[in-house]
């Protein structure tokens, strides 16, 4: 049964920082590309940034420079480092692979 589990969202000021991590199993997490979506309360879900299994990397124009996001193969994890947060980063982030998503962690950036 593949699981992804997120955690690290929580409430933060603009101009801080949060990591979020998701933890993968159930699947062979090394071959598989990693996505990080995230959804506002009234908007669609969108892409944030993506992970391919040789550590290629995209993100969406809005995070360009302010985003990370990294593999660790060896913990089965997916992170996403967020610095300078915005109000506008407020959402509920998920983590993606193949079809399956996890459960969601919420991101709250105060102004």
């Known amino acids: 049964q593949v699981q992804l589990v997120e955690s690290g969202g929580g409430l933060v000021q603009a101009g801080g920082s949060l990591r979020l991590s998701c933890s993968v199993s159930g699947m062979l997490f090394s071959i598989n590309t990693m996505h990080w979506y995230r959804q506002a309360p009234g908007k669609q879900r969108e892409l944030v940034a993506s992970i391919t299994s040789r550590d290629s990397k995209t993100y969406a124009d809005s995070v360009k420079g302010r985003f990370t996001i990294s593999r660790d193969n060896t913990k089965k994890t997916v992170y996403l480092q967020m610095n300078s947060l915005k109000p506008e980063d407020t959402a509920v982030y998920y983590c993606?692979?193949?079809?399956?998503w996890g459960q969601g962690t919420q991101v709250t950036v105060s102004s």
């Open positions: 993606k692979a193949i079809a399956y």
